[in-house]
């Protein structure tokens, strides 16, 4: 260390403020460009989606399959869980339908009360009658919104533990589906996720 | 560059030491300070719930009332996106019921089996009932929840394709509504929400 | 400030470069390892996993428990806000059924059109049925599920509004669960979470 008494030490306090002064100036300027810097890199990787679809309704199984083609559209990394009657969805012989009861806000042809929704025939009766609106309207069906989410590349995950307890095999499923999960690897890649969804 | 063997060396070395010396201190406490000035920063944006309405039943409509309401009324931006039978949720006219069947967890007035809850008169008896528990507990209509929520600014956007779908037009909506979006304006929209739900 | 006449000039413009090459490469450095050194802190905070229960069906109290445990199991902060039919789930006397009918997903021991999954006797078959399925596939039960949540520190949080309507009280509960609470309370809890679901 230079004294205060020494001669030369004036020249090297000199020196010493002018570094210090350059020295605040560039590394401010250079911490704030590299800062911007890796906020920029952070807002080039793309946003990511992930979904748990647990429903194996008609009209259940467009909402999980609409939000995830959708965020893959957006470049979104998208990923759905299926899992508990969800797991319907991936069956290539699915036949999914409406549940007419129960749910009072299903427009029904005509108002009736929630015994007629119950009979026979008004689950079929419904079921058509959601596809073919779906499609009046240039809506997907679900067969197309699949296809489209494997062609997107969303991960399909399906539940080993409810493929069990509902007898569900991996032979029975589409192509392109992930290999069989649990909750656990779900939630470990969900973990950053910009938005989950539990459908 | 100055070499080893050159007498300036020396010089350039303390320089050089001098430099690492205040650079180690400076970059340190200035990155702590803009790191801590982003962090206030942040603080001070207020929270964000995304929230996606997708049922239309007296019960179901409760829960992204109250948790929109919930939020806005702390100060956070909410938003509602309305789809499927959540449409119905913003209908001027919207008369909505409570499903009995298919819910063994709804609390009936006497024990019963399920299909006794889809008889005829079962439907506006548990409607009527379950007004009458939310007001005799003070807790606000879902006309009060809406007119609060319009009041708060809770964006309120609905389904364009489920509309079409549905056959739901504009006019039918309350006063307040934003303009008819799609999925994937409303996943941009809730991309950096703090909560998102699925109800 | 030196003027570019003035002899010294030469010297302090020298320095200048070579302040600022040093300066460049230096902050660069250490900027990248303070920021690593906040991201491994950051990484070490465990993940926090938010949940809604609204559901009081067998089949519906499985999702919550099941990711609320899974979480925990990873070693994540949970919580899991029961409110609306979820409040049976943390009654001490739970007696949690299936909802048979409006589920035309929902596995039937023998296919059945809607109006038959509404017959006195379909629930508790359904019902007796699912334990088994799950019991058969080792499948913690409900109440097994619960008590690990307890054991897991999963933080319990009743609706205080739902629990008024519907007539909870916190003496139906089981122990272990924590101090009535409202929206408001939960939401705020939640903001920070890495993942929120609403079941």
New interface residues.
């Given amino acids: 260390m230079v004294q205060a008494s020494d001669p030369a030490a004036t020249g090297s306090a000199d ?2 403020a ?3 002064d ?3 100036t ?3 300027a ?3 460009e ?2 911007a810097l ?1 906020e920029a890199e952070k807002a080039k990787k793309p ?1 990511k ?2 979904i ?1 679809a ?4 008609l ?1 259940w199984a ?2 999980p399959l ?2 995830a083609t ?2 893959a ?2 470049g ?1 990394e998208t990923g759905i869980f299926f ?3 969800g797991l ?1 969805i991936l069956r290539k012989d699915r036949k ?12 029904m042809p005509i108002p009736m ?3 007629l ?7 079929p009766m419904a079921t058509a009658m959601m596809k073919r ?2 499609k009046q ?1 240039g ?1 997907a069906s679900i067969d197309e919104l699949i296809e489209l989410a494997v062609e997107l590349g969303v991960k399909l995950q399906p539940c080993g ?1 409810t493929m ?4 569900f095999s991996e032979g029975e499923f589409i192509d392109g589906v992930d290999p069989v999960c ?3 690897s779900f ?2 890649w ?10």
Same sequence: chains 1, 2, 3.
Avoid: C
């Avoid at 929704?117 to 689950?123: E, F, N, Q, R, S």
């Fill in positions: 020196l010493d002018l570094i210090r350059r020295v605040d560039m590394v401010a250079r911490l704030d590299l800062l890796r946003k989606l992930a748990i647990t429903k194996g309704t009209d467009y909402p609409i939000l959708t965020g559209s957006l979104w899992t508990f009657y319907n999914l339908e409406v549940g007419t009861t129960g749910n009072p806000a299903m427009p009360p929630q015994l929704t119950a009979l026979p025939g008004m689950t609106q779906f309207h809506v533990m069990d307890v509902f007898g649990g909750a656990a939630l470990t969900a973990a950053d996720a910009d938005i989950a969804l539990y459908t």
